[in-house]
T-cell receptor, first 113, second 114 residues
Framework: GNSVTQMEGPVTLSEEAFLTINCTYT??????LFWYVQYPGEGLQLLLK?????DKGSNKGFEATYRKETTSFHLEKGSVQVSDSAVYFC????????????FGKGTHLIIQP | SAVISQKPSRDICQRGTSLTIQCQVD?????MFWYRQQPGQSLTLIAT?????????ESGFVIDKFPISRPNLTFSTLTVSNMSPEDSSIYLC???????????FGPGTRLTVL
């Protein structure tokens, strides 16, 4: 079956540091890949997505590139802010959003001023 | 993005009772799903809500425990039956928007079972 593995936290960084959250996946086909974010006290929000190999998703300074050869979709940001503190989930869909998502366990990111 | 609402937002229930959660989506949504997020854990898919027919359940989830209805395109309910403290979780509804590959999530229902 499908699975998503992401680094578990908490990950603690100082403001303006470079961020990488690793995500790798196992799927039988060619899934769509997503990063969702859950800010404290809020619901789950789509951060970015990529639907085919070598696509780069980007939003709010975050980027992730769909790497089929390494089955990875690592999340990066060049300079984090305190407001980026949240839980980040990597997820995949086998059927372009027409099936339920498979989520990783989530990475709790803490940014210190 | 799609607008998805849920109610109640939270509830505290007694063991052995049942709670029905409602989810309303806007007309862009075609697929609807229900997930559970146990404390400190990730999201697990419970089932796909099918319009006018029985839901499609994932392994480990059964209709007797989590009956789901979807009487029309934009509305679905999830019932958590005969609750125990282990059912304490956040239950989320999501909708897949046509032609976008993307699911949007409701705000969730935080359930505590005593």
């Amino acid at each position: 079956g499908n699975s998503v593995t992401q680094m578990e936290g908490p990950v603690t960084l100082s403001e303006e540091a470079f961020l990488t959250i690793n995500c790798t996946y196992t799927a039988t086909g060619y899934p769509s890949l997503f990063w969702y974010v859950q800010y404290p006290g809020e619901g789950l929000q789509l951060l970015l997505k990529a639907t085919k190999a070598d696509d780069k998703g980007s939003n709010k300074g975050f980027e992730a590139t769909y790497r089929k050869e390494t089955t990875s979709f690592h999340l990066e940001k060049g300079s984090v802010q305190v407001s980026d503190s949240a839980v980040y989930f990597c997820a995949l869909s086998e059927k372009r959003g027409a099936d339920g998502l498979t989520f990783g366990k989530g990475t709790h990111l803490i940014i210190q001023p | 993005s799609a607008v998805i609402s849920q109610k109640p937002s939270r509830d505290i229930c007694q063991r052995g009772t049942s709670l029905t959660i409602q989810c309303q989506v806007d007309s862009q949504v075609t697929m609807m799903f229900w997930y559970r997020q146990q404390p400190g854990q990730s999201l697990t898919l419970i089932a796909t809500a099918n319009q006018g027919s029985e839901a499609t359940y994932e392994s480990g989830f059964v209709i007797d425990k989590f009956p789901i209805s979807r009487p029309n395109l934009t509305f679905s309910t999830l019932t958590v039956s005969n609750m125990s403290p282990e059912d304490s979780s956040i239950y989320l509804c999501s909708g897949g928007v046509r032609h976008t590959d993307t699911q949007y999530f409701g705000p969730g229902t935080r359930l505590t079972v005593l």
